[in-house]
């Protein structure tokens, strides 16, 4: 399966909107809502709200996509985000605010900079290990 990466840079803005919402209120529920589209997406990045929302609005008005990207390292990207709003989540809801800061910021950072660079460290981050883990020569 293969994306189209301007629709991943759309999910990536809208998550960026809805972290800084979680930091400008502290709103563990709302750490908790993105982390369970993390959920969704780590299954099927075409299945989550946001790929739904930029089918429905940008696509037709911008067109079939020059290039593709290979789905699996967006996926990786998907858990890696996953974790980190799981723990914010927690942060939040537990009274650790300093925790939910922390680890929305890291969230933060990683969706900025593919909404605004194309760069996905997670996506980078799966890429590397899987250089590092291929077959070994004896």
């Known amino acids: ?13 809208l998550t960026s909107i809805v972290l800084v919402v979680v930091l400008a209120t502290g709103w563990g529920w709302l750490a908790l809502a993105q982390a ?6 780590a299954a099927d990045p075409r299945r989550g709200p946001y790929a739904y929302a930029y089918r429905a609005l940008l696509l037709p008005r911008l067109g079939p996509p020059a290039e593709r990207e290979p789905a699996t ?7 890696v985000g996953l974790s980190f709003l799981a723990v914010a989540s927690v942060g939040y809801l537990s009274g650790l605010t300093v925790l939910g800061v922390v680890f929305t910021a890291f969230g933060l950072l990683a969706a900025f900079l ?3 660079f194309g760069l996905c460290l997670g996506c980078e981050a799966y890429l590397s290990i899987k250089r590092l883990s291929g077959p070994r020569s004896a």
């Open 36 to 41: 369970v589209v993390f959920a969704i997406t």
């Open 73 to 79: 390292p967006v996926r990786f990207a998907q858990l």
């Open 1 to 13: 399966m293969e994306l189209d990466p301007r629709g991943q840079r759309f999910a990536a803005t």
């Open 114 to 116: 593919n909404a605004a």
